[in-house]
């Protein structure tokens, strides 16, 4: 059988994929450690008692963009949801990218943006960080100015250094981007672990949005969850191009419940920002090296050790981080989630035998 040829781009195309393996200690995708409260499950499972299975979902999501404007000082116009924020993403370049237009990322970064883009058909312009990985705003603009991209990435916090862009850095990026008619998306995925927001930017008469995710502060990995805050001229065309009733009705009340627990959730996002500051000392104090983080992770390195290494040795005592060791301008680097104490624990626990020669 002669089978349908694919894309000649899409051949060439390696996916996005994060190993799992049965373990302990699963510290690799940047989850939440613990569950939502348990009221919000029963909460969930009794509005699921009163849907209209045989009935289409709401069309525009109204509730969960009211809801959400309402939590991040927005109105609902300017709110876009989808299917986690990478689904987002996507149609941001299903509308703003494609034949004959320009994104640009600025690298290491957030490896779907480049992927997603060039899926939807756009030529991706990749710029490079300083050896910190800051980024330099004179070369940042001159980068914006030379190439005019269409759509230009941002990741603040960053993924997969941790580095949050300063403010000054957002809005000298955004100048550029508005004066060559572009879009300037901020990726915050894990905004809410962050000094400060992109948020704060938003306006209507602004080229700018800010995407973010219920996955990580509000603990529903699991729903794939996601949505936008930019100016309502955005969103409307992002309506155009996404599919019909593309976010289902359990999705839907997920989040609007899910949302009524904000003081939990800044609980959360509070305990782990403690456990990154104390993480953080505890590889200060094995001599290993590691990047500042405005998130619920850290990228580090141990010195004079293949990060491979480390990455089985830690496997093989049961603790699973994110082997990002032969991935462009970082060598020999990994990325720990941080986990609840006990797990975090378990991990400092195991590196500390690698560092010193002990262990398996």
Known sequence: MNRPSVRDDVALMEGYHSPQVEVEVRLNTNEAPEPPPAEFTERLAA?????????????????????????EGAVASQVFAANGSNE?????????????????????????????????????????????????????????RHHRPTITFLCSPNNPTGRVEPREVVEAVLGAVGAVDGLLVVDEAYGQFAPWSALELIDEDRPLVVTRTFSKTWSMAAARLGYLIGPSWVVSELEKVVLPYHLDAVKQAAGVVALDYIAEMHARVAALVEERGRVETALDDLGVGHWPSGANFILFRVP?????????????????????????????????????????????????????????
Do not use: M
């Open 304 to 360: 004079d050790e293949p990060g491979t290494k480390v990455w089985q040795r830690l496997l093989d005592e049961s603790v699973l981080v994110r082997n990002c060791a032969s991935w462009p301008r970082l060598d020999d680097c990994l990325r720990v989630t941080l986990g609840t104490p006990e797990e975090n624990d378990r991990f400092l626990a195991a590196l500390g035998r690698i560092v010193k020669g002990d262990g398996p």
């Open 47 to 71: 509005q699921l008692g009163g849907l209209d299975w045989h009935r289409y979902p709401d069309r525009a999501a109204s509730a969960l963009r009211a809801r959400v404007a309402e939590v």
């Open 88 to 144: 987002v993403l996507q149609t941001l370049c299903l509308t703003y990218g494609g034949q004959n237009r320009v994104c640009l990322t600025f690298e290491p970064t957030y490896a779907l943006h480049a992927h997603i883009a060039r899926l939807c058909g756009t030529e991706v312009v990749e710029e490079q960080r300083r050896d910190d990985f800051t980024l330099d705003i004179d070369h940042a603009v001159t980068a914006v």
